[in-house]
């Protein structure tokens, strides 16, 4: 049964609203106002839910012409058809009324059988023009949207043959990041601020659209030279919307040349001169020339003899050894491709892994790497060699074929090896894109006997906590990690910090990229296991290694990679740099405690004595990056504020501080501004020694969680990227923000929202391989992106899983017709390959059978489940009651079991304290609510943020099975009895608290 249409009707007279909607009720769904103010604020809120006006124009408040005025002045609410009420015959056919865009005037009395036609004619109308109007204009910036934009500009070149134009695209630096640190609602605005000051600056001499999440397009008459003023004065204009924001945007130019080229392809070319100047200070335009072009042009080149390059033993294998810091013995290495064309010669891997990867042809290369590197381990040792194990790359792609086990196995088979003669390295940032998957196919490759290696860490944006989750066994540290700092301690306390994680996960760490001198001996000291870099050799032949390998191991005892706990204390041969001492401050007005903290601290610190507020003010500042402690002997002419002030100058530059204190009073004050530590004399001068490592080893805790939560926040910022590389449609993460957008601005709207999945796409991947699984991918992408083509909102979820949002109504026949069109047989045709697609479809409409993106997409899924079960090739629309097969149900009824429990349990994140799941038990016994604590920190909603950070290190106590307490809620009356585990939940390592009872004190 089709959902009832929306009419509003605006009368001050209850009575006569109450005979107008006797007479629609039955096929209309009616909204009630009684003066002009309420109307216009229910169509703010609902416009898109609104089929048609009903308006009387004599009211009080507002009247129903200044109604109109306000309609006919808003860009989506003027489409929306008016119907007047009127007890004045000369009203009909008027001018006034022609000139306001009223579409006809129902006469008091009413007869219902003539409303009944005007109000059905009034939105037949206005649905045929609906469509187009959707499409033509962005919902957000009031722009021309991307596909009307092209046809615009495509229109009027084809109109004016002698004219030359130029098209300009903008693009907002950063524009994620604010998203993910401001809200999208701060976002959203920035949009509109940018998008109505290129209006202002095209002023109708040009055609303007957003084509994309941040990106402006416009179409302008030729101009031979641009004033960069201009384009600075844009620069500086948009960080009057939010200085805080440090918005940066950039522009790019490119001269309409052949006109033949589609729109689309002249805008990324504009966008491809914008990203020759990203990250450069003080560029704010460039325009498209022949260095872009040839590097599309080179791009082009690769594309076309990749094949042939394998197929004629092109690209060539080097090896880069790695030095064992032990002994400086090489003890393995690592195979690197080059590409030795015969007419272009060497050409570097950054030229072509990246395009290789993009392609899927990263697959075979590595499998072709793979047996070089065989070939010569094979080679070296039937010689009567020390084994060399050598590590080879392999790609994301590789670990997601399935068959990956098998086909390395079969490898080493074929050259006689095992698992330890050939290592496999697999770079960060592939561990950030299905996390899940790519960790179980590793473990899978783990258990085969493989050692595993993490490269480039430190150059992507992986959180540090993530490494106790990867199945790993050696860390490459990348010394760009480190190299950006311009403060030489900071550089050897974050490698210090990652290496002494890595040990004690057992993980063995291997330096690269190390070039100086400087570099080895800092690594020496920091205990780093090996080393590999230029400083050593740089990669090379096959033929150069070997010789290399002999001149340096000589007849030395086989150089096999050891595991980390292996590596004790350093040779006393090994070169050792003077350990720098880190700088204590002591601000001492009465100068009373100096010279004992020189006896106790003297032989680990530089101690350094201030006398007055100003001196330790003038220390901190001039030596923040060097002072590792701050201890503030608090005597009787020192107030709070003056306390409060060095503590937020220490805050400022990361210094924690102890203060000392003759009253408890102080003491209290202090807490509360939030110094690190405070203590009352007298105090037991040999306890201060623990005291003072306590606070420094609190103080890196702090600092590497937020290194960590702004590594997450870019993590997100690169999930939430527009647009999926495979396919050029939406990604999942942009889809959602675009469904939710309607739902928070809480609009009653109309919507279909269509899950598609390929049948048997596994078995495609499996038959052809991942090169042509890829290719098939991007084809249904477009034929669903043809097929839907009205919409804005098409996006490739996962895999071979497809969505479409429709956000406004389309007739039941059309949308059939369309489904049918998807789920019925492609054909794909590819060279020698031809293929039979069909695809499982499963359809949700809004807000009959939903009212979030969750449910939308649940109930999609449920619907494809059941279209996949039994009606293969077809497609379903969910309806209330439909339920997911038996074995999804029943695994989902699995998720619910815990709701059901009598005794309170609450799930957290065990290194961010954020609570993952809290049952209705936990939520009773803690008087919250559920909304409220999902997402929040444990302890503070429930216990002493002051105490909490004692009781988090005894939960996650490795000795301890579980951790048994009883304590107060944060109420200070309520005393629970808690248990708490450590497990595991999704794969992250958690907490989970049980709470048994409950007693109130009071």
């Known amino acids: 049964m089709p959902l009832k249409k929306n009419v509003l009707v605006v009368d001050d007279h209850k009575l006569d609203r109450q005979k107008l909607s006797d007479i629609l009720c039955h096929q209309y769904k009616i909204l009630e106002a009684e003066n002009g103010e309420e109307a216009l604020k229910i169509l703010h809120d609902s416009y898109t839910s609104i089929s048609v006006i009903l308006l009387d124009i004599a009211m009080p408040i507002m009247d129903g012409y200044q109604v109109l005025a306000e309609i006919s002045r808003d860009v989506f609410l003027h489409k929306i058809?008016?119907?007047?009420?009127?007890?004045?015959?000369?009203?009909?056919?008027?001018?006034?009324?022609?000139?306001?865009?009223?579409?006809?005037?129902?006469?008091?009395?009413?007869?219902?059988?003539?409303?009944?036609?005007?109000?059905?004619?009034?939105?037949y109308y206005s649905e045929l023009a609906m469509p187009r109007d959707f499409i033509q204009q962005d919902k957000l910036t009031g722009l021309y949207s991307r596909e009307y934009f092209y046809q615009l500009v495509s229109d009027t070149l084809q109109k004016n043959p002698d004219k030359k134009y130029d098209i300009i695209c903008s693009d907002i630096e950063r524009f994620k990041l604010v998203n993910e640190l401001f809200g999208t609602e701060e976002g959203d605005d920035l949009l509109k601020f940018v998008a109505q000051m290129i209006q202002d600056k095209i002023n109708g001499a040009g055609i303007c659209g957003r084509i994309g999440g941040d990106i402006f397009a416009a179409m302008v008459e030729h101009s031979e030279e641009y004033a960069e003023q201009d384009f600075i004065e844009s620069a500086e204009y948009i960080n009057q919307f939010n200085a805080n924001l440090h918005s940066v945007i950039k522009f790019g130019i490119y001269a309409i040349e052949d006109r033949n080229l589609p729109v689309n392809i002249m805008c990324a070319r504009a966008c491809f001169a914008i990203e020759s100047i990203k990250g450069k200070y003080g560029a704010h335009c460039a325009y498209y020339d022949d260095s872009i072009r040839q590097k599309l042009l080179d791009e082009q080149f690769i594309l076309s003899n990749m094949k042939s390059a394998l197929i004629n033993k092109e690209f060539v294998v080097f090896f880069q050894p790695k030095y064992d810091l032990r002994n400086e013995k090489i003890c393995s290495a690592e195979a690197l491709v080059r590409w030795n064309h015969p007419e272009r010669g060497l050409i570097p891997p950054g030229r072509f892994i990246q395009i290789f990867e993009n392609t899927g042809f990263i697959t075979e290369l590595d499998l072709y790497v793979l047996e070089e590197t065989c070939k010569w381990v094979r080679s070296w040792i039937?010689?009567?060699?020390?084994?060399?194990?050598?590590?080879?790359?392999?790609?994301?792609?590789?670990?997601?074929?399935?068959?990956?086990?098998?086909?390395?196995?079969?490898?080493?088979?074929?050259?006689?090896?095992?698992?330890?003669?050939?290592?496999?390295?697999?770079?960060?940032?592939?561990?950030?894109?299905?996390?899940?998957?790519?960790?179980?196919?590793?473990?899978?490759?783990?258990?085969?006997?493989?050692?595993?290696?993490?490269?480039?860490?430190?150059?992507?944006?992986?959180s540090l906590n993530m490494l106790s989750e990867l199945p790993i066994d050696v860390l490459k540290l990348d010394m760009r990690f480190v190299q950006n700092h311009d403060r030489s301690r900071d550089k050897k306390n974050i490698m210090s910090f990652v290496i002494s994680l890595a040990k004690w996960m057992n993980l063995m760490v291997v330096a690269e990229g190390v070039e100086t001198e400087e570099q080895v001996n800092l690594l020496k000291i920091l205990g780093c296991h090996c080393i590999q870099g230029f400083f050593f050799s740089k990669p090379l032949p096959i033929g150069s290694f070997e010789e290399l390998v002999i001149e340096v191991n000589q007849d030395d005892i086989n150089c096999e990679i050891h595991s980390a706990e292996n590596y004790g204390e350093l040779p006393s041969n090994i070169l050792r740099l003077d350990i720098e001492k880190k700088n204590m401050l002591i601000f001492d007005a009465e100068e009373k405690e100096f010279q004992q903290f020189q006896g106790v601290f003297g032989r680990k610190y530089v101690l350094s004595k201030a006398t007055t507020l100003q001196e330790a003010k003038d220390c901190i500042y001039e030596q923040k990056s060097n002072i590792a402690i701050l201890i503030f002997c608090?005597?009787?002419?020192?107030?709070?504020?003056?306390?409060?002030?060095?503590?937020?100058?220490?805050?400022?530059?990361?210094?924690?501080?102890?203060?000392?204190?003759?009253?408890?009073?102080?003491?209290?004050?202090?807490?509360?501004?939030?110094?690190?530590n405070c203590m009352l004399k007298p105090y037991v001068l040999e306890n201060m020694e623990n005291t003072v490592e306590n606070v420094i080893c609190r103080m890196k805790v702090l600092q590497l969680q937020k290194e960590v939560k702004f590594s997450d926040a870019i993590v997100e910022m690169k999930n939430r990227a527009e647009v999926d590389f495979l396919s050029g449609l939406l990604n999942c993460s942009e889809l959602k923000i675009g469904i939710q957008d309607f739902y928070d601005q809480k609009r009653d709207f109309f919507g279909i929202f269509i899950l598609i999945d390929i049948d048997h796409f596994k078995s495609i991947n499996i038959a052809y391989g991942y090169g042509v699984g890829n290719k098939v991918l991007h084809a249904v992408g477009k034929m669903i992106e043809a097929i839907f083509s009205e919409s804005n909102f098409v996006s490739r979820i996962d895999g071979d899983l497809f969505a479409v949002f429709i956000p406004f109504r389309i007739e039941d026949q059309l949308l059939e017709e369309k489904l049918e069109r998807v789920s019925h047989a492609m054909v794909y045709d590819n060279l020698d390959q031809s293929l039979t697609i069909t695809c499982a479809v499963g359809v949700c409409i809004s807000p009959e059978n939903a009212t979030s993106f969750e449910e939308l997409y649940n109930n999609a899924d449920i619907a494809l489940s059941n279209a996949k079960e039994n009606h293969k090739s077809r497609f379903l629309f969910y309806r209330k009651g439909m339920e997911a097969p038996l074995n999804e149900k029943i695994q989902q009824q699995a998720l619910l079991l815990l709701d059901d429990v009598s005794d309170g349990i609450f799930v957290c994140d065990a290194f961010t304290n954020e609570i993952i799941y809290i049952n209705e038990a936990a939520c009773k016994i803690t008087n919250k609510i559920r909304d409220g604590c999902l997402g929040a920190r444990c302890h503070q909603l429930f216990w002493d943020k002051y105490n909490n950070r004692d009781f988090c290190f005894e939960v996650n106590n490795p000795s301890k099975i579980f951790y048994d307490a009883y304590r107060y809620l944060k109420d200070g009356k309520t005393m629970v009895h808690m248990k708490v585990r450590i497990g595991e939940w999704n794969g992250e390592k958690v907490n989970i608290y049980y709470l048994l009872s409950t007693q109130n004190t009071e």
């Open 81 to 123: 058809p008016v119907i007047l009420i009127s007890q004045n015959e000369k009203m009909k056919g008027s001018g006034k009324t022609l000139c306001i865009g009223v579409q006809d005037i129902i006469q008091k009395p009413y007869l219902p059988d003539e409303i009944m036609q005007q109000v059905a004619k009034a939105i």
């Open 382 to 462: 039937d010689r009567g060699n020390a084994l060399i194990p050598v590590s080879v790359n392999i790609s994301r792609a590789d670990i997601f074929n399935s068959d990956i086990d098998t086909i390395l196995l079969s490898l080493l088979n074929k050259y006689h090896l095992s698992p330890c003669h050939i290592h496999l390295e697999i770079t960060e940032s592939a561990y950030t894109e299905n996390a899940e998957q790519m960790i179980n196919g590793i473990k899978q490759l783990k258990e085969l006997g493989f050692l595993i290696e993490m490269d480039d860490f430190g150059s992507g944006y992986s």
């Open 634 to 676: 608090v005597g009787e002419n020192i107030t709070i504020k003056q306390i409060s002030e060095i503590n937020n100058l220490c805050k400022q530059y990361d210094v924690p501080m102890i203060t000392i204190h003759t009253s408890l009073e102080l003491v209290n004050d202090a807490v509360s501004i939030g110094v690190f």
